[in-house]
């Protein structure tokens, strides 16, 4: 997505250890208008999948998430929590995934209320790195009998392992910018 490669341009800022901050527009502070059009688009590339669902992990994909949604007509979207509360089920689908960003293990959890044997799942994240919270999603939509229909990720980071490890499962994904190599003594960023 062009305009998703431009803003990042203009707005991500290149941290040491390979950190992309976009947190002006996508996960601290929201630009909705150009959010719901990458809602738009990942409806366009999935729209011959038979979505029923879609499935996040807190906290940075729900925005993203609920925007796919509004172009999916009638879709709920389910997003995985990092830790239980007490109000929420003690019937949870669980697993643990490991944070590239944060450099930390979180366990995740649904509710089996949520998530069943006759969902058709569209799994949308903000970030693709190493593929653990991809995994960890799939893994989820494993426990409950329900089909993957696809993955869609605003931005994966091409020289890591996660999107191949992913494709090779043989998932449909599809990420709206792909960076094959930043730098962040140069702000340089490289996009697929």
Do not use: W
Request: glycine share 8%; net charge negative; proline share 1%.
């Amino acid at each position: 997505m062009k305009a998703l490669e431009e803003k990042i341009i203009r707005e991500g800022i290149v941290k040491k250890g390979n950190i992309l901050k976009v947190d002006s527009f996508l996960n601290h502070q929201i630009d909705v208008a150009f959010l719901d059009e990458m809602g738009k688009e990942f409806q366009t590339l999935f729209q011959k999948h038979p979505i029923n669902k879609i499935l996040t992990i807190e906290a940075s994909g729900i925005g993203v998430a609920v925007m796919t949604a509004r172009h999916f007509q009638n879709v709920p979207v389910v997003f995985a929590k990092k830790s239980k509360s007490s109000n929420i089920s003690d019937e949870l689908y669980h697993t643990t995934v490991e944070s590239f960003t944060h450099q930390n293990t979180n366990d995740v959890v649904i509710s089996k209320q949520y998530l069943n044997e006759n969902d058709h799942v569209l799994i949308i994240d903000d970030f693709l790195a190493n593929g653990c919270a991809v995994l960890g999603l799939i893994d989820l939509i494993h426990q409950a009998g329900a089909t993957v229909e696809g993955i869609g990720i605003v931005i994966e980071k091409g020289y890591q392992s996660g999107g191949k490890k992913i494709r090779e499962l043989g998932y449909h994904l599809e990420s709206l910018a792909i960076i094959d190599h930043m730098d962040d003594i140069k702000g340089e960023i490289v996009f697929r």
